[in-house]
């Protein structure tokens, strides 16, 4: 949902920014592995499509009392000695997509997490881009109003 109704996104992590993107490029490319932890649990339409799910382990830090360094080491799947000890700044790309990680330009491609399609059928499809299309007339909520009497002549 929020990939249609935002036009960018910022993904945090106990308190913190990790990445901070426009909605289609997060969606396209998550660099830092939590964003990429998030968009493998979006359940898709078609059960059988096949993606990389990231499962990530280990305890979920305390909000009141966070770890030292990346609040994320403690379930980060690619930590190093560094995250464990200095807290990453946010880093943007120079093209609109920042993130805060030790790591971001060593870890393998994201494309496997969510699929181009996004395992939509093409009936899916159809559907989807009907009500994201806008029609003449309709109010700013998309919905019409019809009344309930008939109108008077």
Do not use: W
Not at 1 to 30: S, T, W, Y
Not at 68 to 80: M, T
Not at 112 to 127: Q, R
């Amino acid at each position: 949902m929020v990939k249609h109704i935002a036009d960018r996104i910022a993904v945090m992590n106990l308190g913190c920014i990790v990445e901070e993107a426009d909605a289609d490029e997060l969606f396209a490319q998550p660099r830092h592995p939590y964003s990429r932890a998030l968009l493998s649990a979006i359940p898709l339409p078609q059960p059988h499509a096949k993606r990389a799910k990231v499962v990530l382990q280990g305890e979920i830090p305390s909000a009141l009392n966070p770890p030292s360094g990346c609040r994320f080491h403690a379930r980060c799947p690619f930590v190093i000695d560094r995250c464990r000890t200095s807290a990453p700044a946010l880093v943007a790309d120079g093209a609109g997509h920042a993130t805060a990680c030790h790591r971001v330009s060593e870890l393998p491609p994201a494309d496997t997490i969510l699929p181009a399609a996004a395992g939509f059928s093409p009936a899916l499809a159809k559907l989807v881009a009907a009500f994201s299309r806008k029609t003449e007339g309709a109010n700013p909520a998309g919905v019409g109003i019809q009344s309930a009497r008939p109108p008077t002549t």
